[in-house]
């Protein structure tokens, strides 16, 4: 079955360091997102990508953050400068695409730690 | 903007005892309601999605229903493997491209004790 990968697993950082964090979205998706969990806390909405260009993104995705589909199947994230309050988990997902008014399952990776110390 | 309240916070129930999980929504208008597992440090995991009102879907000894307002995880004679975060979230409607982000509560942490 296909699925989402991520990596790195876990990541740790200092204050103030670049991270980039990579995602393979199922291989037939068109529609890629990255969410973030910090510990104890919901599950938010950063950033979603479509057509190489970005859709929709929140009020967390300042511009400290970037997104980028380098080649055909990778997409990643980036974060400059990173800050303590960055720590947490990170998510990627996909989905095929919006069906005749009906939404599409997105699909999860496994997620990436995030330490920031 | 839109809102996902998941209740209880956290349920212990003992091997075999059915119960069942609520989750409150309001949005602009519903595309779906998705219900994802989620394991200790791992990604959410796809369970069902429900599109309109009066909608059941079931899988193993998990059934989710939905009405305009809210929907429900039920859980028949649970075993402790189900044991897990149990997420709701919602994905409203958008004009022009739109881009079908998820907006999540903060889940149900289930306990089954053996």
């Known amino acids: 079955e296909p699925e989402v990968t991520q990596t790195p697993s876990h990541q740790v950082t200092q204050m103030g360091q670049e991270v980039i964090l990579r995602c393979v979205p199922i291989?037939?998706?068109?529609?890629f997102y990255w969410y973030r969990q910090i510990l104890g806390q919901k599950v938010e909405f950063l950033v979603s990508?479509?057509?190489?260009?970005?859709?929709?993104k929140s009020e967390i995705f300042d511009d400290q953050f970037s997104v980028e589909r380098p080649d055909g199947s990778n997409f990643t994230l980036k974060i400059r400068s990173t800050k303590l309050e960055d720590s947490a988990m990170y998510f990627c997902?996909?989905?095929?695409?919006?069906?005749?008014?009906?939404?599409?399952?997105?699909?999860f990776g496994p997620g990436t730690r995030l330490t920031v110390l | 903007e839109d809102q996902v309240t998941q209740s209880p916070e956290a349920l212990r129930l003992q091997e075999g005892e059915s119960s069942s999980l609520n989750c409150s929504y309001t949005?602009?208008?519903?595309?779906?309601l998705f219900w994802y597992r989620q394991d200790p440090g791992k990604g959410p995991e796809f369970l069902f999605t429900?599109?309109?009102a009066g909608e059941e879907k079931e899988k193993e000894r998990l059934k989710a229903t939905l009405t305009k307002k809210e929907s429900f995880l039920h859980i028949t004679a649970p075993k402790p493997e189900d044991s897990a975060t149990y997420l709701c979230?919602?994905?409203?409607?958008?004009?022009?491209?739109?881009?079908?982000?998820?907006?999540f509560g903060k889940g149900t942490k289930l306990s089954v004790i053996p």
């Open positions: 997902a996909s989905i095929v695409g919006p069906g005749l008014g009906l939404a599409d399952t997105q699909y």
């Open positions: 291989s037939n998706h068109l529609y």
């Open positions: 990508f479509y057509n190489n260009e970005i859709s929709e």
């Open positions: 949005v602009s208008g519903l595309r779906g």
């Open positions: 429900l599109y309109s």
């Open positions: 979230a919602v994905q409203g409607t958008y004009s022009g491209a739109g881009s079908y982000q998820l907006t």
